[in-house]
């Protein structure tokens, strides 16, 4: 009674949260029957979409301009225009993510989508027998003008029902051949699969923007029961949806003026219909952005072998929400059908169908589930829940961390736990039992697949008559060739140019696998040496593949199959010598750099020169190829013309320049130099003679001319003096240490060198110089001061001017008055010093002076009187002129004289000796300037003391 009981508290919880919608439908009488019906259903919004992304949107889009669009198609006559936006939308994102890259080679058929929908078969693993989607309206292509809705086509994409290419399943106008066509179109096998579809909020401008930036167009609905099959613009503000677009693109600058009926704001959507190029513009049309949508979903799509299989409950596709206030744990439980004990299924990823918008949610995946009605009764498969987050509602594929193994015939549980982000309401869309009138939905709902995690128990949801939106990817690796055993027909070989594909032997455990069965090969780098790889890969969808590594080994350089060319000989150059060799493998020509490099060895000097081949690439080892390089001869280098030389009295050896190309040759160690005619002026040779790398010899002439004199070092030529003869001073000439001699290597010639001025001496070249210079000295005046004079004698006063002669000489020659000198003459009248000046004349230069006395005359009337009193009186008369005189006595025999002097004209001489003789003698004197003058002596008398 207690789990009566609590089933049915479960079961009140679980209809008060489940929320039934109904269907609206609407007729428009325009190309063909739209018959878009819309579903009274509104999106849950995200908390932040209109803010997420306003600042960064570009002010317009156009799918076309980035050629992700496919051409226009034309859906008349049929009301099918819901197949057709949900197929231009998938062509659109598969241009832009790149599956396809163009336009023209992609074009899905709508009609087999139309047709699959309303008659869908069960799913290939038998877990959808009986759900379908069931036209109300009666007639064999009832499909295609029942009408649909994007969500409902979302819901049967998400069965891998469609798409197919145009192909497979032509839209034309004949009914029984378009019939025919369709049931040939498979269901379950198609091009490409539906990886994830966007719901997004009708109003919400921003989001929509961002997903046609995203995935290049969405679905849409939309009213056009007042539009022109003209119109490039359009706007009614009506909410009768009644047909299915696909928005490719969008414009904010587009002026609101532009449409008949003007709406509030500027800004359209680019909208890509389906009546053909015919209608609107070449069919597209402009709808403002204040025109109400429909349903609009953004669809990813994913190569279609990306999965094998999809496990799944939900067959029908019914627009229906289960809803909560917290979180929301849920899970299917699938029975594996496929695969075997050597080749499981793995599960891969998982699809969730979310209701609600800024969704957290959590994927576990259970196995070897022990009770099929208790979901955790299993393995817990990951370590880490799989998490994530989805800011839109819509159905997504999530991805595993890593693959999960499942085993045929177990049980395993997807279980998924959901929360919103922001802790509003939480959904999660389900299928079920449904009539909207213009179609019903029929959903075998079957007890033990489908479950609701309420007050810490698992509730089976066929008791509400519902499964959720769960679905598994598998793959099955029918053998996992890492654990095959493989032996290669060979394991090596050597290179021949050609590939090498060896055979092998596979095996599995026992079983010996079949090539072309079970796996398939690629070679890989099979044909060059190295390390060679075959590729071997299993045949089914999602491969396991294995490498298995061989080696191509180099052929030997060296071996006979290789011919290499003789290598000629070289002539030495003084660069480094590398001939080229050619090498032949068969026809093939060897390269060098690819197949081979070269080194060389004493490959510069003459001699033996080595060449060594190294294997490269392709080829191996290393050979040894010897050349010849001969001596070069001088007679074929260059040499540059020496230079004439100058005579120098010494040996001249120039140094020649020899040039072998760019290289210059080396005395000593290229050649040495021999010389002939090198000393005196003429034509000189000097002769190389090869040695090391060269061999024969080279002369090289050269000129030695005569040396300028004026080339030459001459002494500075002193001044001389006048001496009255012709001066030749005989310069110093020398080159280099060699003192040159006149008369032998010069001569010379005189001018103006005589007389006192500029005299020139002219040196003129002689026997190996030649040319001549002249140079000037200097004959200066001689100095009156150095030749030699006569005595000058003084002069007794006379009263006149005294002017005496004198006589010059200088060495044996006697100067000529007025001619070589004059002179020139004091007053010279008056007693005491004269004066003579010599000013030299003509040859002579300069004065000197020169200086006589003038003294007075002997006194006159001398008397020698003498006392009684032991003295002497002398008396006299003064001389004209004189100031004085001086009185000499001695006795008489004495050398020992005694003087006075006295101006008056008596002096005594007392303190004389009595009776002794004495000598007396006296002379006149002159003072001048304080300077006494004298004259001569007297005779000298004798008188005796009394």
């Not at 071997?536 to 071996?559: F, G, M, Q």
């Not at 005395?667 to 021999?674: K, P």
Request: proline residues 4%.
């Amino acid at each position: 009674m207690k789990k009566l009981w609590s089933f049915v508290l479960l079961l009140c919880l679980f209809l008060g949260n489940m929320q039934l919608l109904t269907a609206k439908q609407t007729d428009s009488p325009q190309q063909g029957e739209n018959d878009y019906h819309a579903i009274d259903y509104e999106v849950q919004k995200p908390n932040i979409s209109r803010q997420l992304y306003r600042s960064a949107l570009p002010t317009s889009y156009d799918d076309r301009k980035q050629h992700e669009v496919t051409s226009i198609k034309n859906q008349n006559p049929y009301g099918d225009c819901w197949a057709f936006s949900a197929k231009a939308a998938a062509e659109t994102n598969l241009l832009k993510s790149g599956f396809v890259k163009d336009p023209k080679a992609i074009d899905l058929s709508e009609l087999q989508f139309a047709y699959r929908f309303y008659n869908r078969l069960n799913d290939p693993l038998g877990n959808t027998a009986g759900d379908a989607n069931h036209s109300t309206s009666n007639g064999k292509l009832d499909f295609l003008d029942n009408g649909g809705n994007n969500w409902t086509s979302a819901f049967a994409l998400s069965q891998w029902i469609s798409p197919t290419d145009e192909d497979n399943a032509p839209y034309t106008h004949d009914d029984t051949s378009m019939l025919a066509d369709i049931k040939k179109a498979n269901a379950y096998r198609p091009t490409y699969v539906m990886k994830d579809a966007v719901f997004l909020p009708d109003d919400d401008i921003t989001s929509i923007k961002q997903a046609i930036l995203n995935y290049g167009s969405v679905s849409a609905g939309i009213a056009v029961e007042k539009m022109s099959v003209y119109a490039k613009y359009f706007y009614d503000g009506s909410k009768r949806f009644d047909h299915a677009v696909t928005i490719v693109g969008y414009d904010d600058t587009v002026s609101k003026n532009k449409f008949s009926l003007k709406p509030k704001h500027d800004g359209a959507w680019i909208v890509k219909n389906s009546w053909g190029t015919h209608a609107n513009d070449a069919g597209y049309f402009y709808l403002s952005y204040d025109q109400p949508v429909n349903a609009v979903v953004a669809y990813q799509y994913m190569a279609k072998d990306t999965y094998e299989n999809n496990y799944f409950y939900d067959g029908s596709a019914a627009l229906s929400e289960y809803t909560t206030s917290g979180n929301m744990t849920v899970a299917n439980v699938f029975e594996v059908q496929k695969g075997t004990s050597v080749s499981p299924e793995y599960v891969e990823a998982v699809s969730l169908a979310l209701s609600g918008a800024d969704t957290d949610y959590e994927v576990e995946v259970y196995t070897n589930l022990k009770d099929k009605q208790d979901p955790y009764s299993g393995s817990k498969a990951l370590s880490t829940p799989v998490k994530g987050y989805r800011k839109y509602a819509g159905i997504y594929t999530i991805p595993l961390t890593h693959h999960v193994c499942v085993k045929p015939h177990t049980y395993y549980a997807v279980v998924v736990t959901c929360k919103n982000h922001y802790g509003d309401t939480t959904g999660l869309y389900v299928a079920e039992n449904k009539d909207y009138g213009w179609i019903n939905f029929t959903e075998q709902i079957q007890p033990g697949q489908s479950f609701l995690y309420i007050n810490h128990d698992w509730h089976d949801m066929a008791n509400a008559n519902a499964c959720f939106r769960l679905k598994a990817f598998t793959i099955q690796h029918h053998y996992d060739m890492a654990k095959a055993k493989v032996k290669l027909s060979a394991t090596s070989y050597i290179y021949d140019g050609k590939a090498h594909s060896p055979s092998l032997t596979l095996t599995y455990g026992t079983t010996t696998l079949r090539n072309g069965k079970d796996y398939k090969l690629t070679y890989h780098n099979n044909v060059k040496a190295g390390t060679a790889s075959v590729h071997i890969e299993s045949t089914n969808a999602h491969a396991s593949s294995k490498d298995v590594t061989y080696k191509i080994l180099p052929r030997a350089i060296y071996a006979k199959s290789i011919h290499v060319d003789a290598i000629p000989s070289k002539t030495y150059t003084g660069s480094a010598q590398k001939p080229l060799p050619l090498l032949n493998y068969g026809t093939t020509r060897l390269k060098n750099g690819i197949d081979y490099t070269l080194s060389y060895k004493n490959n510069i000097k003459a001699g033996t020169a080595q060449l060594i081949i190294n294997g490269k690439g392709n080829y191996g080892g290393r050979l040894t190829k010897n050349f010849s390089i001969h001596k070069r001869k001088l007679t074929s280098v260059s040499s540059k013309p020496l230079a004439t030389r100058t005579y120098t009295g010494s040996a001249q050896k120039p140094l020649p320049l020899l040039k072998d190309g760019s290289v210059t040759l080396k005395n000593g160690r290229d050649y040495t130099l021999s010389y002939t005619h090198n000393v005196n002026p003429g034509i000189a040779k000097v002769i190389a003679k090869g040695k090391g790398n060269y061999t024969g010899s080279k002369t090289v002439s050269f000129t030695i001319a005569k040396r300028k004199v004026s080339t030459l070092k001459l002494s500075h030529i002193t001044d001389r003096v006048y001496n009255g003869c012709a001066q030749k001073p005989i310069p110093r000439l020398t080159s280099g240490k060699t003192l040159l001699k006149n008369g032998i290597h010069y001569t010379l010639t005189y001018k103006n060198n005589v007389t006192p001025g500029t005299a020139t001496v002219k040196i003129t070249g002689k026997g190996n110089y030649t040319g001549s210079m002249t140079k000037t000295f200097k004959i200066k005046k001689r100095n009156i001061t150095t030749v030699t004079m006569s005595k000058l004698k003084d002069r007794s006063y006379t009263g006149k001017a005294i002017q005496p002669n004198v006589t010059l000489t200088y060495g044996k020659t006697v100067l000529k008055k007025n001619r070589d000198y004059t002179l020139q003459y004091g007053t010279n009248k008056t007693c005491g010093k004269a004066t003579l000046k010599i000013v030299g004349k003509g040859g002579y230069g300069g004065s000197m002076c020169k200086t006589f006395t003038i003294v007075p005359k002997q006194p006159t009337n001398l008397h020698l009187n003498t006392t009684k009193h032991k003295a002497v009186n002398v008396s006299y008369k003064k001389a004209a002129g004189a100031s004085g005189i001086q009185i000499a006595y001695c006795r008489k025999g004495s050398k020992h004289w005694n003087y006075n002097q006295t101006s008056r004209n008596c002096y005594q001489l007392h303190t004389l000796s009595s009776g002794k003789p004495y000598q007396i003698k006296v002379r006149s004197y002159v003072t001048t300037a304080k300077v006494r003058h004298y004259g001569s002596w007297g005779k000298v008398q004798l008188v005796k003391i009394q």
